[in-house]
């Protein structure tokens, strides 16, 4: 998959300057969002360069790895030697912050909105702000690769999100993973966990499930062994508006996410088999 896939396309290629720098910060959920601007970019310029944390970059696969990625904290310093004359993107308003990238002789400096809390999508608004025409295949499309497997019997949960607000239920989880086990004798659950949803995970601990024999209670070292675990087993994906869902949701696999703080028409996950739900008595809006 290319920008011009779902971006602009050839006939609008643009190489007004030879190289754009794009930093990128926050969650997971940011950073996969902003993945469709940087594919346009690399159709626009000859060199793309993406200041990020470190652990992101073992997402990137095929023409991104294309990109020159550098860590956000730890490469930081290499900042004003590549900007000079050259395009920068930011999400960051810091009026310190913009004071010093005019010091740093940019060609062009865009500043996207961060948090945008109403429509339209976010990935829509990062396009128009740029001034690049969006497709409309671009909010469905697999940005990571079509990897899902329809033979796969697992139901993979992620009832966490990092933030207590946006989570729905524990129980709205367990009765989905009673659902799919009672579907065969094959059907097995992973409930999976972050670092911060350590109340969620002692609520799938406490529960009778927690010691089902096809059922698992997954954490994880690093995002590539997450990614390739959910490749290699995830059949369909339930969870909350977080990074592991929309990481889920851009490769393809069938993604069920519930929203309860944040507007699902800005934030909802990209990809071609998302279902969003506002309640669990059935998909309130498919988008």
């Given at each position: 998959m290319t920008g011009s896939d779902f971006g602009g396309g050839p006939d609008e290629k643009i190489v007004s300057a030879s190289r754009i720098i794009i930093v990128r910060g926050g969650g997971l959920g940011d950073f996969l969002l902003t993945l469709p601007v940087v594919f346009e970019a690399l159709s626009r310029y000859e060199e793309v360069v993406l200041f990020t944390k470190s652990g992101y970059r073992e997402l990137l696969t095929g023409d991104l790895k294309k990109v020159r990625v550098l860590d956000l904290d730890g490469e930081w310093d290499k900042l004003r030697s590549l900007a000079k004359e050259s395009e920068l993107i930011t999400f960051w308003k810091d009026s310190a912050w913009l004071k010093e990238s005019e010091g740093y002789n940019l060609r062009?400096?865009?500043?996207?909105?961060?948090?945008?809390?109403?429509?339209?999508?976010?990935?829509?608004?990062?396009?128009?702000?740029?001034?690049?025409?969006?497709?409309?295949?671009?909010?469905?499309?697999?940005?990571?690769?079509?990897?899902w497997n329809p033979g796969n019997e697992t139901r993979w949960i992620h009832p966490g999100s990092g933030s207590p607000e946006k989570n729905a239920p524990f129980a709205l989880f367990e009765r989905r993973a009673r659902e799919w086990l009672d579907r065969t004798p094959n059907s097995s659950v992973v409930f999976s966990f972050g670092e911060a949803d350590e109340s969620v995970l002692s609520l799938a601990r406490a529960s009778d499930l927690s010691a089902h024999s096809r059922v698992r209670l997954k954490t994880f070292e690093t995002l590539g062994s997450f990614k390739n675990a959910l490749v290699e087993s995830a059949s369909n994906f339930v969870g909350n508006d977080s990074g592991p869902c929309h990481l889920a949701s851009m490769l393809g696999i069938p993604t069920d996410v519930f929203f309860r703080s944040t507007n699902p028409m800005v934030w909802k996950p990209l990809g071609p088999r998302v279902r969003v739900y506002l309640d669990d008595s059935g998909a309130n809006r498919i988008l």
């Open positions: 062009k400096l865009h500043t996207l909105e961060p948090r945008p809390t109403s429509e339209p999508h976010v990935t829509k608004a990062m396009f128009e702000r740029l001034d690049w025409r969006i497709s409309s295949e671009t909010l469905r499309a697999p940005w990571l690769g079509d990897r």
